[in-house]
């Protein structure tokens, strides 16, 4: 039994250093000098690390400003639409209203939709509502901010809906015993409350908007200001050869902030992601 | 905010209503309205007027033994990417219950950091890792100017397995948290009877965890089959001559490369109908297992 064991034990290493292996190369490449990664015996670790590549990334290619977009983007979307799912969990929770059950089905089964399929009428959409709000029109950050608050909604809508759920009722009903209008309890009572449940669903949302690739690739079209990173990457792909350096510090560049979202939030998602399954 | 008849709820739920029927609902019908249009460049530049055109759009697609092909790439590469997901997070999430506390911990994070890799970086690192002669998988195997894209079937292998890389931590965390949850004197007392690992899987967890399998299950396919960035990024658009493209990029393609955009929207329909069918099938599991709305 003990020498069963840490034979599994033995196999559970191995299997997360695979896991962690490609990860462990892109980093590894991002900081590889040149000379190494253009290499036809590659190593996997080097003895002269560099920050070249991460240098000729950020100032070569401006992409410090693309690394901004994204943030932006990713930021008004988490702040957004945190805002107004927490004013419609609200609502679902706290009021009993004709069609409140059609409209839980409807947010579940927008979260299924394949937003996909929606990229050429959202292309056109974008297009003519351009003509009237400019900031909102293809070429903007502003339509990937759009496009991201409605497809990240349902999801949080869904979630902040069972933070809502939680929060006692006599809470509001002695706050309003006591004189406290419904902004005040909705602002003052309500919001604090579910606060936790906000910064759970604000990671999922800026996860998505972060990781976007295809309404990036269809939307910003012209502008190269106002690219985001996942397409921004796409530039070290060359016909001839490949900047694999640039492209690998690129990728690194990328994943950080998720990567650091994701270990803060650790427990959290997983006891997020039990409740939603369990709720 | 008792329960009271109020038109609170509504202004609450103003916002929401305007931003998803303004940027989910429109679309949707707006997206099969297109696909019963003539609606190439010529229709958007405003060259020609639009034509309603009926079923065309969807008699030429039913017509074209391409879409039949691509469909079927579809399905199979689904089929394949959820069964590896499910057989790898499955397995792991066992194995996570029967090994040390800090192995346990070296595999769960290791499966979060894969988790939390953006597609697009997941995307760019294996094509490196697999690059024809700089890439050190072909290195170490000795198979030097071998490129994984040529062959359809080599290039959709290393996409499912971005794609599986990326999606087993969801299907591991979760079934881990399932298996937790089992009283652990039912998973003893079968251990005293003599049950193996593999029986106590097949007959103790899988029964009882059912609903979160099913949930694991359906999220995986609808997950999979519309995978995009990974084949988009790694095969440049759909592979060489197309032959790796799935309906999402299919569609994509259709529209945005060959501006028949008619014709996207009624393979983006078509991939809807079919999603839509999984999503019921969701909800009916979920009904089941005594979800209360």
């Known amino acids: ?279 | 905010m008792t329960r009271v008849r109020t038109r609170a709820p509504l202004w609450l739920l103003l916002p929401a209503a305007v931003v998803l029927g303004g940027l989910f609902l429109y679309p949707m019908y707006q997206l099969g309205l297109l696909s019963v249009l003539d609606f190439t460049q010529a229709q958007v530049s405003g060259g020609q007027p639009t034509r309603f055109v009926g079923a065309d759009n969807y008699t030429r697609l039913f017509t074209d033994p391409r879409f039949w092909d691509v469909l079927l790439a579809t399905v199979l590469f689904a089929a394949a990417c959820v069964l590896a997901t499910l057989a790898v997070g499955a397995g792991l999430a066992v194995l996570l219950t029967r090994i040390s506390r800090i192995p346990r911990l070296l595999l769960s994070l290791a499966a979060m950091a894969a988790w939390a890799v953006p597609a697009v970086s997941g995307s760019t690192t294996w094509m490196f890792l697999f690059d024809t002669d700089l890439g050190y998988v072909n290195q170490l195997l000795g198979i030097e100017g071998f490129n994984w894209m040529y062959d359809r079937y080599t290039a959709f292998a290393l996409v499912g397995a971005v794609v599986v890389w990326a999606s087993f931590p969801f299907v591991m965390v979760t079934l881990y948290a399932g298996i937790e949850a089992i009283p652990k004197s039912v998973l003893e007392a079968a251990a005293l009877d003599g049950a193996n690992a593999w029986r106590a899987f097949w007959q103790i967890m899988v029964p009882i965890l059912r609903p979160v399998l099913a949930i694991v299950v359906i999220q995986s396919i609808i997950w999979d089959f519309k995978v995009f960035t990974q084949i988009y990024v790694m095969t440049r658009g759909g592979g060489l001559a197309g032959q790796n493209m799935t309906l999402n990029v299919y569609a994509y393609q259709q529209a945005f490369a060959s501006s028949e955009y008619g014709r996207g929207a009624a393979i983006g329909v078509v991939m809807m109908l079919i999603l839509l069918a999984v999503t019921l099938l969701y909800l009916r599991t979920l009904r089941r297992s005594g979800e209360t709305l």
């Not at chain 1, 399929?117 to 974008?126: H, K, N, Q, Y």
């Open chain 1, 1 to 279: 039994m003990r020498a069963g064991r840490r034979m599994l034990d033995a196999v559970a290493v191995l299997i997360a250093l695979i896991t962690v292996f490609p990860i462990y190369w892109m980093v590894l490449s991002a900081v590889k000098p040149a000379g190494e990664i253009q290499s036809l015996d590659q190593k996997p670790w080097t003895l002269a690390p560099s920050l070249d590549a991460f240098r000729r990334v950020l100032a070569v290619n401006d992409f410090g400003r693309y690394l901004l977009n994204s943030l932006l983007v990713a930021l008004v979307v988490v702040l957004i639409s945190g805002l107004i799912a927490f004013l419609a969990a609200v609502a679902l929770t706290r009021f009993k209203f004709r069609f409140r059950t059609t409209l839980l089905v409807t947010f579940l089964i927008a979260q299924m939709v394949p937003i996909e399929a929606l990229t050429i009428p959202l292309f056109f959409l974008v297009r003519d509502v351009g003509t009237v709000v400019p900031g909102i029109g293809l070429n903007t950050l502003g339509s990937l901010m759009l496009v991201h608050t409605a497809f990240t909604l349902p999801f949080a809508i869904w979630m902040l809906r069972g933070f809502v759920q939680a929060i006692p009722d006599e809470l509001d009903e002695a706050a309003q015993l006591d004189g406290a209008g419904r902004f005040t309890v909705l602002w003052r009572i309500l919001f604090p409350l579910v606060a936790p449940g906000l910064a759970a669903v604000s990671v999922f949302s800026f996860i998505h908007a972060w990781n976007d690739f295809l309404f990036a690739r269809t939307f910003i079209i012209s502008a190269a200001d106002n690219q985001t990173l996942p397409m921004a990457l796409l530039v070290f792909f060359k016909p001839d050869e490949n900047d694999w350096g640039a492209i690998m510090a690129a990728s690194t560049l990328m994943t950080l902030p998720v990567m650091i979202f994701f270990l803060i939030v650790r427990r959290r998602l997983v006891a997020g992601l039990g409740g939603a399954v369990k709720d």
